[in-house]
RNA sequence: GCCGGAGUGGCGAAACGGUAGACGCAGCGGACUUAAAAUCCGCGGCCCGCGAGGGCGUGCAGGUUCGACUCCUGCCUCCGGCACCA
């Protein structure tokens, strides 16, 4: 045998296992199914690091232990192909969007490859191509044709420098998630999803996901943002139709001395139609409207307001009060109108301060009477109505809130509402690298559906991208020109591209029928093989495209598509990997743009993809952010060399030997903790008990302690257990030591309960709780062959200093402790 | 401000309420070598002590317990999410 040689070894099984189809699933038979899915990544361009290696080499991890384990797993992979950096690859490098993607996809395959990581390609799906886009354009027209799919004019994120609208979640503190650009406000003709409408049921099915991190599941029900309250109806002195406020505190209704209106409010240009200086403030109200929503609603941003000169009837008091305008007040929550409550709301007091307008108490605080006029903080959760007719003397609580609905109701003037902070879902995009939205416009039958025979509506290869302002799409006459599938007249197509968590948010049921060109996917392989079982992806998608994918399974299943409203049973958010960047100065995420990324071309030329796999999986626990250490990497690559340099020995051991039970127990106890380990997620600590054990019949080969077959045997288990880690070296070693089957193939070992039993074990002895001595202790012993063997200890009686022992603690196996402090009593 | 999560050797970390620091990196000492690399063996929390040994130690202060890194209460620091959401 030649020493290790990862260069010859690598290439040579990742061969076998492409030419074996070593991961394709026959999805006919789903018994002891195991669906895994890796979110499917963006073929970005950029070549993987080793910090996105994390990501896979967990999941083939994984993959391996579970097909060792018996399990009929899946474990696919595909392209979420469409994206703005396409688009600007074709900016400025002339390349077409479509060729610079699927090149890249072919690069990012042989990255996988070279990692050792099996992937199921015969279910590869590419978001980009028509075979897959078509079928986001039948679901869109599915949920246009049931109402859950819009077009509405709306004030709407607008990204300056991708020209492109965002939804709401693709806004990070008034930038854009993408290229972090201070987002402005637009009024344009949008298409939306209703997700909405489906807060309810979002909410409520995180109560069903134990498998999910609740962590995820907070950040969910923050996003949906439930809040319970009113809406209250207040006249419009001499004018029709109230104006409806959406209140959490109906209860301090009798304390709202005037109304708050967004700027975007509706009736904000008939409120303002007489007024003196309808001019100035019109003026007012378009520069606010017009302000990036990181400078308007930034926490620091000062409060601003105008008087309408309106008037509304508090429906509580009967009284006259002013209605303003103000940049406070939120356009797209609630009813984009407020009733404000000065006493009991702290922005509504600091506005009232500012303006000079009237604060007035409902809940009085006990003993600081007839503060109203001087308070300085509002007063929450304390105090006692008065002045509220039969409301007097109630406190603040649900109950009081209760009871003021129905009174509201009662009148006619409020009703109980519950709100959400979520919007509907913005999918129309200005850009062209993405899936058209199949409509038309025609001039005399208005917006029209594409016929589903018609699908797919494709995306044009000859476009000029010059990366002016608009869609490059409306600049192609020849898609751009259609005819009304009602009248057959002439009409313009809708040129808008799909955001592209449309394609992501049902990917993983177009995996089981990845070439079905009848339909979206086959319903019953999904209702078999779906929900995912295991989903792993980055927490940065803890809402954008796990929400979306909820949602679009409550909508398939809504259609009747699939059983399941849940889309993944069970999802783990790896941690990223770090390293200090020279640009930054700091310890930061590995990235390309940070400059500090580790190239694994390099490190796999050198030691071996193996080496990388063991380093990453052992740099600490995969949901934790590690730092990557480029020292360390030699502690991986040094233990699959000695691994291999013991296997070669391992035929020298003797025939017989004296320690052949202490390596079994060892063996067995290493099998039985790595089961549970892997379980459990804890790679890091696998390898930590694979090299142990390594460590252990190191020396037993090299001190000759333990037999031949015994040595073998423990080889045999280190290098099934190590499989799933370092696949290449243990294909190796295993056909070496004469294995036929591949090591995917084997059984997984199983533990000997019996084995892992001794008949002497040393005991620690603690006085007082404090460790004292160590003693010899036949395992069979009970409480007082133990506590007369720990008083034999010279060590022990010193410790204990005569004191008379009150009580004994045995832990079976571990240790004893001799209380002398009496219980007090 | 609100909601999560985390603080353990020089570093990455480990520890069903039961021997704190397994495993590894860096370091130090030694073997092999003309030498170096590679490899192998040993040491390694802090303080006192020549030593045997003893005391202290898991962010801080308390508590529960025979026993607390682990559970409870209050605080400090860092990280993440949300934030004028009525």
Not at 416 to 421: C, D, E, L, S
Not at 476 to 494: D, L
Not at 524 to 550: F, K, M, T
Not at 754 to 768: C, E, G, M, N, S
Request: proline share 6%; hydrophobic share 40%; charged share 30%.
């Amino acid at each position: 045998m030649n020493g290790y040689d990862p260069k010859a070894i690598e290439p040579k099984w990742q061969e076998r296992w492409d030419r074996q189809r070593a991961a394709e699933v026959d999805l006919r038979n789903d018994k002891n199914k195991y669906y895994m899915l890796m979110m499917f990544p963006y073929p970005s361009g950029d070549r993987l690091h080793v910090g996105h290696g994390r990501n896979y080499i967990l999941g083939d991890a994984l993959y391996r232990y579970l097909r060792m384990r018996g399990r009929r797993a899946l474990n696919p992979m595909g392209w979420d192909a469409f994206g703005l950096p396409a688009e600007n690859a074709a900016i400025q490098r002339g390349v077409h969007p479509r060729d610079w993607t699927l090149d890249n996809i072919r690069v990012m395959k042989t990255q996988f490859r070279r990692w050792g990581i099996l992937y199921d390609w015969s279910k590869e799906i590419t978001s980009c191509l028509p075979e897959y886009y078509r079928w986001n354009q039948w679901l869109f027209l599915r949920m246009l044709e049931q109402g859950l799919a819009y077009k509405k004019k709306a004030p709407v994120n607008w990204c300056p420098n991708d020209r492109t609208v965002l939804a709401n979640e693709q806004v990070l503190e008034g930038r854009c998630e993408r290229c972090g650009a201070a987002v402005e406000q637009r009024d344009l003709e949008q298409w939306f999803l209703r997700i909405t409408s489906y807060a309810d049921r979002l909410l409520a099915g995180l109560d069903d996901l134990p498998g999910w991190p609740e962590k995820v599941k907070v950040m969910q029900r923050n996003w949906i943002g439930r809040s319970e309250g009113a809406e209250i109806d207040f006249a419009i002195v001499g004018a029709e139709g109230p104006l409806t406020v959406f209140t959490t505190r109906p209860d301090t209704v009798h304390g709202a001395t005037f109304l708050v209106l967004a700027p975007e409010h509706p009736r904000v240009v008939e409120l303002l139609a007489t007024h003196p200086e309808r001019a100035s403030i019109e003026a007012w109200v378009d520069r606010i409207r017009s302000t990036p929503r990181i400078e308007r609603e930034g926490e620091g941003t000062p409060k601003e307001g105008r008087d309408t000169g309106a008037r509304a009837l508090n429906p509580a008091t009967g009284e006259e009060i002013p209605i303003w305008i103000a940049n406070y007040v939120l356009p797209d929550y609630g009813s984009g109108a407020i009733m404000a409550v000065p006493a009991h709301d702290g922005r509504d007091l600091a506005f009232a301060r500012q303006e000079g307008l009237p604060v007035r108490l409902v809940y009085h605080p006990e003993g600081r009477d007839g503060e109203a006029t001087a308070l300085a903080e509002p007063i929450l959760g304390e105090g006692v109505i008065r002045g509220c007719g039969d409301f007097d003397g109630a406190t603040d609580g649900p109950e009081t809130i209760r009871r003021f609905i129905a009174w509201l109701e009662e009148r006619g003037s409020g009703r109980g509402k519950v709100t959400y902070r979520l919007r509907d879902w913005l999918i129309s995009r200005q850009r062209y690298w993405g899936t058209p939205i199949p409509v038309v416009y025609c001039e005399s039958c208005g917006i029209q559906s594409v016929a589903a025979t018609e699908l797919p509506v494709e995306l044009p290869y000859d476009v000029e991208l010059s990366g002016r302002e608009g869609n490059p799409l409306s600049r192609a006459s020849a898609f751009v020109a259609a005819r009304c599938p009602r009248c057959g007249g002439e009409a313009r197509r809708e040129t808008d591209t799909m955001d592209t968590f449309v394609d992501s948010s049902w990917y993983y049921l177009r995996y089981l029928s990845p070439k079905d060109g009848g339909r979206v996917f086959d319903s019953q392989l999904a209702n078999r093989w779906a929900p995912v079982d295991q989903y792993i992806g980055g927490i940065e998608h803890a809402i954008l495209h796990l929400l979306y994918a909820r949602f679009v399974c409550r909508v398939l299943h809504d259609f009747g598509l699939v059983e399941f409203e849940e889309p993944f049973a069970n999802l783990f958010n790896q941690g990223m990997i770090t390293r200090f960047s020279e640009k930054t100065g700091r310890i930061e995420k590995m990235s390309k743009s940070r400059g500090n990324t580790v190239s694994p071309d390099a490190l796999i030329e050198e030691m071996g993809a193996d080496t990388e796999r063991v380093y990453t999986l052992f740099l600490g626990p995969p949901e934790d952010e590690v730092e990557w250490n480029d020292e360390a990497v030699s502690g991986a690559h040094r233990f699959l060399q000695r691994l291999w340099r013991v296997a070669e020995r391992v035929g020298s051991a003797p025939p017989t030997a004296p320690a052949d039970a202490a390596l079994e127990r060892l063996r067995h106890a290493t099998i039985q903790r790595v089961t549970r380990d892997f379980e459990r997620f804890k790679f890091n600590t696998v390898v930590a008990a694979l090299m142990e054990l390594l460590n252990a019949l190191t020396r037993a080969v090299e001190e000759k302690t333990a037999s031949r077959l015994c040595c073998e045997a423990t080889l045999d288990t280190l290098v099934q257990l190590l499989h799933p880690i370092a696949p290449h070296l243990t294909e190796e070693l295993w056909e070496r030591r004469g294995h036929v089957e591949s090591l995917l193939d084997s059984d997984w070992p199983v533990a000997d309960e019996a084995k892992l039993k001794r008949d002497r074990l040393t005991l620690v002895i603690q006085v007082d709780g404090k460790l004292r001595d160590r003693i010899e202790v036949d395992a069979a012993w009970g409480e007082r062959e133990v506590r007369a063997a720990a008083l034999g200890s010279v060590k022990v009686r010193e410790h204990l200093g005569g004191r008379e022992v009150a009580k004994a603690v045995l832990v079976p196996g571990r240790l004893m402790n001799l209380v002398t402090r009496r219980e007090v009593s």
